[in-house]
């Protein structure tokens, strides 16, 4: 992987080469070319990954395809609850580490529930999840944090023995206060980000005959990506010196009065995806 990015680098292509599908969409951000949605861990099925020689029906990748498949529903119910919490103190000191330097916390919630609506016929399941974290970089003064929730809710019908219908929604908003928290960074000019969107899927797999298999899927994706002045001052122009020197005798560019931009940005794909196979 791409160090400090969780972008996969696959076969020595760029964080941009992969492409990221859920369910046989593509979610990759097309802006970045990176993954574009966060995701519940005890949402996935499986993880699907290629590498060289995948069809066609794959494209905008030079490097490798992930694919994540999403959990159903069945005839009993089931469920789970993750709860997950570390923090500074369970790092033990040692003569050349003290975690007290190093401050940092995760906290990580996540719950899910299947089962059916009608036996045999209608499933649903539901996910969701909250994902803080706040580290603070060395020397930085204030703290980085990362607080998002990532959702789902999907429900499967068997229409008929020979048509099987699949309808999504998922979610994954996010706040980033501090987003350039560093030692280079003054309090006064933090960067807020904040990012996410909702994909909304449906998807039909019919038998139609005992050579003919059907395939239709759609996808809306509307997702976000916002910048800006942590301030909430869009006046003001930041500062930058290049001659700081921090406590440690570190030389760098301290920024300081303001944030220097905002950006704001929609990244929205809409797909729609049919494929018929006949077997000879």
Do not use: C
């Not at 699949?166 to 030692?183: C, H, L, R, T, Y």
């Not at 059907?214 to 930058?240: E, F």
């Amino acid at each position: 992987g791409v160090a400090g990015s969780g972008n996969a680098s696959v076969y020595g292509g760029s964080s941009g080469d992969t492409s990221y599908l859920i369910d046989g969409l593509n979610t990759t951000d097309p802006v970045t070319g990176t993954f574009g949605t966060n995701f519940n861990y005890d949402a996935i099925q499986e993880v699907s990954i290629q590498t060289s020689g995948f069809e066609a029906e794959f494209g905008q990748a030079l490097g490798g395809v992930v694919n994540l498949v999403t959990k159903s529903g069945g005839n009993d119910f089931s469920g789970a609850l993750d709860i997950r919490y570390r923090d500074e103190s369970f790092s033990e000191s040692g003569d050349h580490y003290d975690p007290d330097v190093n401050i940092s916390s995760r906290r990580d919630i996540s719950a899910t529930l299947g089962g059916p609506i009608m036996r045999d016929k209608v499933w649903f399941f539901v996910s969701g999840g909250q994902r803080f974290t706040g580290p603070a970089p060395t020397g930085a003064p204030v703290t980085r944090e990362f607080d998002g929730i990532d959702w789902l809710a999907k429900i499967t019908w068997q229409v008929t023995d020979a048509h099987r219908a699949v309808f999504k929604v998922s979610g994954d908003p996010a706040e980033i206060p501090n987003a350039n928290a560093s030692q280079f960074v003054s309090p006064e000019a933090g960067r807020q980000q904040d990012q996410g969107g909702s994909i909304y899927a449906a998807e039909l797999n019919s038998v139609l005959s005992d050579s003919w298999l059907l395939s239709l899927q759609i996808g809306i994706n509307r997702s976000y990506l916002d910048s800006y002045p942590m301030s909430g001052d869009y006046d003001t122009p930041g500062w930058i010196n290049d001659d700081y020197v921090t406590p440690a005798g570190t030389l760098g560019s301290l920024s300081f009065v303001n944030f220097t931009n905002a950006q704001f940005s929609n990244r929205d794909q809409d797909q729609y995806k049919g494929s018929a196979s006949y077997f000879v």
